[in-house]
Nanobody, 125 residues
Framework: QVQLVESGGGLVQAGGSLRLSCAAS????????RGWYRQAPGKQRELVAD???????DYTDAVPARFTVSSDSRKNTWYLQMNSLKPEDTAVYYC???????????????????WGQGTQVTVSS
């Protein structure tokens, strides 16, 4: 019914840039929380940044100023632009959202939290 599909990860040299995308699909009415998390090897998953339905970004202390979150609400897509990447940014990056949606028959309104499948970002030194 609702899917979050990430793209944009890969292998990059230190100092390079990547832009991650998370596209949500389904019978979506709204998304009140749209976030990016990352999980490095041997570490817990941590919130990196989020963006409200109004497009206001918020960053945690885990995020360097090199990262920027943005969105395109018309496409139900949000992005994480990562510049000047460092080896310590290596992690699996996940998108996450609180989604309000209708049932498959159009009956009923539901709200659930969804995760993307994760995309690997590897920064080589």
């Amino acid at each position: 019914q609702v899917q979050l599909v990430e793209s944009g990860g890969g292998l990059v040299q230190a100092g390079g840039s990547l832009r991650l995308s998370c596209a949500a699909s389904g019978s979506i009415l709204s998304m009140n929380f749209r976030g990016w998390y990352r999980q490095a090897p041997g570490k817990q998953r941590e919130l990196v940044a989020d963006i409200t339905s109004g497009g206001n970004p918020d960053y945690t202390d885990a995020v360097p100023a090199r990262f920027t979150v943005s969105s395109d609400s018309r496409k139900n897509t949000w992005y994480l632009q990562m510049n000047s990447l460092k080896p310590e940014d290596t992690a699996v990056y996940y998108c996450n959202a609180d989604v309000t949606f209708t049932g498959s028959t159009g009956v009923g309104i539901y709200q659930l939290n969804y995760w993307g499948q994760g995309t690997q970002v590897t920064v080589s030194s």
